[in-house]
Nanobody, 128 residues
Framework: QVQLVESGGGSVQTGGSLRLSCAAS????????MGWFRQAPGKEREGVAA???????QYANSVKGRFTISKDNAKNTLYLQMNSLKPEDTAMYYC????????WGWGCSCLVPSYNYWGQGTQVTVSS
């Protein structure tokens, strides 16, 4: 059974930083898409950042320049460094692995919230 365990969420003030971690029980090197998603109350889940198997990354326009996704394949761990946080970043953040709609990266996006495996989520709250 695949497990994804997020940690690192919390409450910060506007402009603050947080680093999320996602410990995976799968071989992250062999998983083409791994991503971070978020969902605020009353809103749909949206892609925040994704790490692709070709070494590239994808970001939502709303977080470009502020968030950085990285992956440590030796530890099977995905990270999301979040800087310059804004109140609109407040949401439950989820780690996800293995996208059935983007297995090999040919003309597809890893930011589509269609994944086989999801973590339980970690709450991020940014106050003004």
């Amino acid at each position: 059974q695949v497990q994804l365990v997020e940690s690192g969420g919390g409450s910060v003030q506007t402009g603050g930083s947080l680093r999320l971690s996602c410990a995976a029980s799968i071989n992250t090197r062999a998983t083409y898409c791994m991503g971070w998603f978020r969902q605020a109350p009353g809103k749909e889940r949206e892609g925040v950042a994704a790490s692709r198997g070709d070494g590239t990354t994808q970001y939502a326009n709303s977080v470009k320049g502020r968030f950085t996704i990285s992956k440590d394949n030796a530890k099977n761990t995905l990270y999301l460094q979040m800087n310059s946080l804004k109140p609109e970043d407040t949401a439950m953040y989820y780690c996800a692995a293995e996208s059935p709609v983007c297995r090999w990266g040919w003309g597809c996006s890893c930011l589509v919230p269609s994944y086989n495996y999801w973590g339980q989520g970690t709450q991020v709250t940014v106050s003004s």
